[in-house]
């Protein structure tokens, strides 16, 4: 009932700049949560930043400083700027959303974005 898409992940040269968007559709009735997560092959998927309804923000300890998330509610979208980028960046980068939807007593969903390609590489 809720889908998610994302867009912005490629091929970046180290010390380069990507900015992911991942936009939420359906049957939304509130957004909660909205979070950054990457598994790199071999690796667990682990979180990489992640904004609350209030603005209230986390981030991974090896990416503060370098990438920042934002959202925009009325788009129902959750950004991702990557600056600084580093070959230990190199992931795939899923979206999740968390929130309630339409149906009678809005129960709570979450949702997880396709997955995108993210390589650092010279």
């Known amino acids: 009932q809720v889908q998610l898409v994302e867009s912005g992940g490629g091929l970046v040269q180290p010390g380069g700049s990507l900015r992911l968007s991942c936009a939420a559709s359906?049957?939304?009735?509130?957004?909660?949560?909205m979070g950054w997560y990457r598994q790199a092959p071999g690796n667990q998927r682990e979180l990489v930043a992640a904004?609350?309804?209030?603005?209230?923000?986390n981030y991974a300890d090896d990416v503060k400083g370098r990438f920042t998330i934002s959202r925009d509610n009325a788009k129902n979208t959750v950004y991702l700027q990557m600056n600084s980028l580093k070959p230990e960046d190199t992931a795939v980068y899923y979206c999740?959303?968390?929130?309630?939807?339409?149906?009678?007593?809005?129960?709570?969903?979450?949702?997880w974005g396709q997955g995108t390609q993210v390589t650092v590489s010279s």
């Open positions: 359906g049957s939304i009735f509130s957004i909660n949560a």
């Open positions: 999740n959303v968390q929130g309630r939807i339409m149906d009678w007593g809005h129960p709570p969903f979450g949702s």
């Open positions: 904004i609350s309804s209030g603005g209230s923000i």
